[in-house]
């Protein structure tokens, strides 16, 4: 059977995922998504120029690959036909090369003003949703009341439980909706290339597998915005880790092969949440000017961190990583001291497992290891060795903390910035 590739979020997300797959696409010949929505951000720098992808797998910049955008997916059409247009613009070939599940959730507008409403609501209690309208589409899944893809191929009877789910929204929110028919409009525009592109991807993925083609799973979010692993609630609405996979994706378990855990050298988590390491100084500005750290999605200012040394033996835990790609080591460059939490304090009692009571996890204290920073600039380094003895020191702490070989280190944004061990 082919080999089969999944690379996770090890953290709150923002990791830098897009960018090892983008490395590594062009060994693989299919490349799928699994959860998720457009509240995801995947950024790839080629040649100088940025690509930022909150919908598409980020691996669509690969000519060679068909990518897929699995049923666990919830798709807001608009957005994909715009980042669509963004790479047909660039000269990238498209024909053929995106299938979308025939089982996949549409996300409409209203969805989206469904989201504002709540999180409104919520109070000093706000979760700090994208306000992409993820949430609310997944709640009309679970409720067994949401449109799919395959709903399309009759567009009467779409309609009419288009109207029906709207009249129901408005109820239940007291809003009144008024892009109704301007949605319906674009739907039955949008509609034939849809079905062009629709496919069971189950069934797309397993004869792919079988025929020996190499997959490779992009991951969305992050670990610790999991909807059961999460820090709940301050989590996104499905599941970020590992089983996600199998379940968006249609991937029996036994086929995965490989699974690499996308960490950053520091930690970072957007909105609100507990958030054990986070720095509310100096350091933490530095790094996040430095880091570019601000969401792709939102363009919300990230909340910067110490590396989470008890988070991330928890994300491990449940996926169970083959590997970690350590990203951005870069942006600690020029810091006197670099810090890794190896445990918390707790009621005075040292702990090593990430609690589950949001209660708790604000309360604990990190307990830190301090290793001496480093001047040098890595963007220039091309192996491991080449790294200064302090950023080696820093990276081998990390792989002891966490019991994972680090295999993939990025040392700045382009593509070509990433050594290899």
């Not at 950024?43 to 897929?68: A, I, N, Q, R, W």
């Not at 957005?79 to 669509?84: A, G, I, Q």
């Not at 079905?195 to 020996?212: D, I, K, S, Y």
């Not at 890595?378 to 020191?393: H, I, R």
């Amino acid at each position: 059977m082919a080999k089969i590739t999944v690379i996770l979020g090890a953290q709150w997300g923002d990791e830098g995922k897009g960018k090892l797959v983008d490395i590594l696409a062009k060994d693989f010949s299919v490349i799928g998504r699994a959860t998720g929505g457009a509240n995801a951000g995947h950024t790839v720098v080629v040649d100088g120029k940025k690509y930022v992808f909150h919908l598409l797998p980020s691996g669509m910049l690969h000519e060679s690959t068909v990518c897929v955008i699995g049923n666990g997916v919830v798709i807001h059409l608009e957005t994909m036909f715009e980042e669509l247009s963004v790479l047909k613009a660039a000269g990238i070939k498209l024909e053929g090369r995106l299938l979308i599940s025939d089982r996949a959730s549409l996300l409409f507008d209203y969805h989206k003003v469904i989201d504002g409403l709540q999180e409104e609501r919520k109070g000093d209690k706000k979760v700090g949703t994208t306000k992409r309208g993820i949430g609310p589409c997944y709640m009309d899944k679970i409720a067994r009341s949401g449109l799919r893809v395959c709903d399309l191929v009759d567009f009467e009877t779409f309609e009419k439980k288009y109207r029906e789910q709207v009249a129901r929204a408005e109820q239940m929110y007291g809003f009144t909706y008024e892009n109704a028919e301007e949605e319906l409009k674009k739907m039955k525009e949008w509609r034939p290339t849809v079905l062009e592109m629709m496919r069971p991807t189950a069934v797309f993925l397993h004869e792919a597998r079988e025929a020996g083609k190499a997959i490779l799973v992009e991951g969305a979010n992050g670990a610790m915005l999991d909807i059961d692993h999460g820090t709940y609630p301050f989590v996104t609405s499905s599941n970020a880790t590992v089983g996600g996979v199998c379940t968006g994706l249609g991937l029996p378990p036994k086929a995965l092969t490989e699974i690499i855990g996308i960490v950053k050298a520091y930690t970072t988590r957007v909105g609100a949440g507990p958030f054990p390491t986070e720095l509310l100084d100096s350091v933490g500005d530095t790094i996040r000017n430095k880091g570019g750290e601000f969401g792709s999605t939102t363009g919300r200012p990230r909340r910067c961190g110490w590396f989470d040394g008890v988070q991330m033996k928890y994300s491990h835990m449940i996926n169970q990583f083959d590997a970690i790609n350590l990203t951005k080591l870069d942006v600690l460059s020029g810091l006197k001291e670099v810090k890794l939490c190896r445990a918390y304090m707790l009621d005075g009692k040292e702990i090593t497992d990430f609690p589950t009571r949001l209660e708790d996890v604000e309360r604990v204290q990190a307990i830190y290891d301090t290793f001496p920073g480093w001047e040098e600039e890595l963007s220039g380094c091309k192996t491991f060795e080449e790294l200064p003895d302090n950023a080696k020191s820093v990276v081998l702490a990390i792989e002891s903390m966490v019991g994972v070989p680090v295999k993939y280190i990025g040392t700045g944004p382009a593509r070509d910035q990433m050594l290899f061990r």
